[in-house]
């Protein structure tokens, strides 16, 4: 069982917009403002889409954002588009030995 | 370009050992943390462990599930990052990745975002 909570799918239309959430505790999410969330697809390496909770690695769209509340922090994804079928998760620093926590990942389903 | 080149992986027996590698370019190696992420098949992500860098002290951290039978090395004259896995179970069956942190305008995020991704090697542990 994976440390952040994360819903295991989530759908949208072309054009719409789509919001997946990943909820923590206070030893991680509530704790630090550290979020980040990755794309992955089906056999390839993860790729960086937020950190600190909002901010945008160079080359990312504009389409993705991040937000934050408590416990739980959010990945929008608006003006949906075909390449944005894949995986993503969320991850959180966390204090202990244990630095980073992920969430099990939300599919994402463009229809 | 950044590039990460993991090897090593294979199939290895319960309580057996195993050696990863990674081999870094594109950046400066000896100022980097070093990370170990894996996800086991159909699995989500599963931080593993990081070594700081010289600088820093080489700590290293490791997740509780390894901790104690794993051990993060480097050898900055190689630019190559190892994880030395011993005792090995069937939950330690993954394809496991060598990732790095970046630093922005501001800051260094060495051990909370993860920009750079190998291609991964798997292990499988398996009678």
């Known amino acids: 069982q994976s440390a952040l909570t994360q819903p295991a799918s989530v759908s949208g239309s072309p054009g719409q917009s789509v919001t997946i959430s990943c909820t923590g505790t206070?030893?991680?999410?509530?704790?630090?403002?550290?979020v980040s969330w990755y794309q992955q697809y089906s056999g390839k390496a993860p790729k960086l889409m937020i950190y600190?909770?909002?901010s945008r690695p160079s080359g990312v769209s504009n389409r993705f954002s991040g937000s934050k509340s408590g416990n739980t922090a959010s990945l929008t994804i608006s003006g949906l588009q075909a390449e944005d079928e894949a995986h993503y998760y969320c991850?959180?620093?966390?204090?202990?030995?244990?630095?980073?926590?992920f969430g099990g990942g939300t599919k994402l389903t463009v229809l | 370009e950044v590039q990460l080149v993991e090897s090593g992986g294979g199939l290895v027996e319960p309580g057996g050992s195993l050696r990863l590698s990674c081999t870094a370019s594109?950046?400066?190696?000896?100022?980097?943390?070093m990370t170990w992420v894996r996800q086991a098949p159909g699995k989500g992500l599963e931080w593993v462990g990081r070594?700081?860098?010289?600088?820093?002290?080489?700590?290293?951290d490791y997740a509780a599930p390894v901790k104690g039978r794993f051990t993060i090395s480097r050898d900055d004259s190689t630019n190559t990052v190892s994880l030395q896995m011993n005792s090995l179970n069937t939950e330690d069956t993954a394809l496991y990745y060598c990732?790095?942190?970046?630093?922005?305008?501001?800051?260094?995020?060495?051990?909370?975002?993860?920009?750079?991704w190998g291609q991964g090697t798997m292990v499988t542990v398996s009678s």
């Open positions: 990732t790095i942190g970046f630093c922005d305008t501001t800051t260094c995020h060495w051990d909370d975002a993860f920009d750079r």
């Open positions: 594109g950046f400066i190696f000896s100022n980097a943390w």
């Open positions: 070594i700081m860098s010289k600088t820093a002290g080489w700590k290293t």
């Open positions: 206070g030893s991680d999410i509530g704790g630090y403002n550290y």
């Open positions: 600190g909770v909002s």
């Open positions: 991850g959180s620093y966390t204090r202990g030995s244990t630095l980073m926590v």
